[in-house]
Every structure is written in C-alpha cells, then in structure tokens.
C-alpha cells in the first residue's frame, strides 16, 4: 500500500469516527444522594444513573457506576432521586371553570356539564393549544407519563401525543384514549334534538347494541389510539361492553371503565375490563372479584380535602351559613373516601391512582394541580410507598408498559425527578418536584448552581 493511500485511509477512518461520534446517543450521569426504588422501598445512598440516549444504561453507587469520558454529569447533591411520575387518568384538553352557584343549582350535573359543552363547541384550535400547555405544566410537576381518557375531541389526545414524540411539543409521554364510549344519555343532557347528535359526535362515540359498540371501537382504532374508555351506567349492558373488550383485545388495546355504581362496576367486571376507574361504590365481594380476575381499581382521590371548595372559592359569593355545610359535605366526602381506600387496601386488588384532573385551579399550573391529589391518598390511610406505588409501578403494569416506565433500570426509557426531602418522610413532597427527565432530556433542574 503506497503513502497516498494509507493517508487517503487515515483521512477516511478519521471521518468515519467522526461521524460516529456526531450519531452517537448523548451520555448523560444523573448522581443524587439517594434513590427510592418503588419496587422494593429500598433507598441506595448515594446513587449514580447512567444514561444513553433516552434509555437507562446503569444504575448503582457511583463507585458501581461506569462514568466514561465525554459523558455529561449532573450532580443533584443531596436530593431524592424517583422514577418519572404516571397519571393513569386525566383529562388534558379539558380545563372547566366551576360556573357560579346558581348555574351549578340549575342541572343535575351543572358544575361540570356546561364547561364540557363550551369545550366541545369551542374551537378546536383553541382547545388543542391548550393541551398543549396543560402537557407541559404536567411535565414540569415531574408527571413523565399520563393516560389521557376521553374529552379531547376527535382527536386532540391522539394529535397531542404525536406533536409530543415528534419532538416539536414539550409534554408527558401520552397513552391517548381517543372518543369516550358512552350510551346515549350520559355526560351533556337536554340538548336541541336538531343539534345534540353533531354535538354529541364531536367528544363521545356511542354504544348502542354489541355491533356499534365494536364499530365504535374500530373508529378509534382508525385514530390510533392507546387505549380504549368506557363509561358504564345502568343502561349499558355486559353483551355491549363484552364487544367493546373482544374488539379492544383484538387490536391489543387495554379497556379502562369508569364506573361508579355497584351496578356499572358489576357490568366492567363481568365483560372483562382491564381496569375500573374510580369505583367510589364497589362492595367487598366486587373487590374480591376483581383480584380474582386481576382486575385494576385506579383510584381517584379528585375531590379529597375540600378540593371543591378550594376551586370554587373565589368565584362565588357565598350566602352565610352555606359555606359550613360544604365544608361538611367535604368532612363526609373525605370519611366515605377513607374508608374506601382502606378497603381496597385490605382486599389487595391491584390499584394505581389517577388525578382525574379537568378542573381550572386557580393559582395553580395543571402539574400542580393534578400531583397535589396523589398526598391524600396518605391521608386516607395509604402508606407512603403504596402511594408513590400507585403513581409508578403499578400504574405501568396497569397502562401495560411495565417494560418502559415505572422504575429506575437498565434499559427503561430515562424518566427521573428528584425531590429535596425524604417523600417517605413527607409525601407532599411529590407536589415539590425540582428536577424533572424525560426520555434522557432534561425538562427541570432547580439544584443546579446558583
Ligand atoms: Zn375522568
């Protein structure tokens, strides 16, 4: 081989190295002074997390840890390190203002009807950009992954999760729903007969009969969608929502039902549901079916504390003596809701926890909003690591991505935040997320150097 050849080689390797180094996925380590492990509630102190591209490539003590040259390091100093946090059910392209009292007193469901209908005959423009900045409010509390389930229009969830993976949105990783399956008669009454079908056709597709339930599934389907949402009341029937699961299933969608009554849960559990959505009047035996069936109960603690009064407050003037009998409802809300918690606790039916957040919270971004409804689940008697449970773990293995999300390990998308304090300790701490990661990008990190 001549000189000029071996040269033209060298220059050649030279570029070629060059152009791996320019493909090549960015090195990041993540050092923080502890790691809660969900799966386990063991603490490693300190810990290293090394990450490749948008995966998690090692995890141990930095000593463990293979840092290697040109790897980005971002040191967290003492902070609690957690896996990213999933929302199994929420609402991103709905944000309904509580109306006044007196609109409320007027329908049967008037503090939530109203601003679904003006949701779903605004723009949709108007809408969808609101997802969008609902998604990254809920990225910035540290809530990585969401199961977004129903009212979002035709489309909205599924377009907002593409805008997100394609990288041109920043947001949540989302498992979109699609159109809400319902029976006639639920979610926006007494509309104009010559009207109410377009509108209704705009947010929900109908159930009526095993053969439409299975087209219905199919339009979305056609969507792309993640996942499939049904809302069972007493007129829906275990043969209409058995098609919904079949046809669900055989597309390799999971089927969440929301449910509240004992009767609309026996007809989830019965058709075969994935998981039931929040359950408020599931009896013992109906929890023992559902372990039985390995069914999930994503609890919805949406309401605990006196949320309502906390989001209607500054837009009504409260007639006297009106304020204390909310405030006690509230009180009897909370009790009924203990005692639910407790009960699926001792049943030990698999269970994960949703914000069901679709609620304007005034003065709070909709990140803030949806993770301060996780604490409660720890004032109704949940031990803390159950709680952060049911937000990590759980959730994955409920929404099907177990081998994704959930947990800190080799080869599970790179979903990290870190808080100050210890959430064992203190689990308000997960409504003080400081560093947020997704997929190995950082979207947060107030330990940086001041
Ligand atoms: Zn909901």
Redesign the pocket.
Known sequence: MGKHASLALLLLAGTLAHLTAQSAPPVVLVKAGRMLDPRTGNVLAPVAVLIEGDKIKEVGTPAQVHAFAGAKTINLGNATLLPGLIDS?T?LLLDVIVPPEAEIRRHSNGEFAPGLLLAVIESPSKRALMGAQLAREDLESGITTVRN??HSGIDGDTQLRDAINAGGLVGPRILASGRKLITRGEYIQNLNPALGDAILQQEFLPIEGPDQARQSVRQNELENVDVIKVSANESLTVGELAAVVEEAHRHHLKVAV?AIETASIQTAIDAGSDSI?HGNLVTDEQLAQMRQKGVFFDL?PTFYGGFFLKITEPSIVIPVGMHSDEADSAARHNQRYTQLVQRVLKSGVRFAAGS?M?WFYPGKTRGQASVSRFPPLHEAGMQSLDVIRAITTNAAAMLGWQDRIGSVEPGKFADLVAVSGDPLADITELERVRFVMKGGVLVRNDFAAH
Request: proline share 0%; net charge negative; with cysteine.
């Open positions: 059910h609402h389930l129903g929301h959505e919805t069901d679709c």
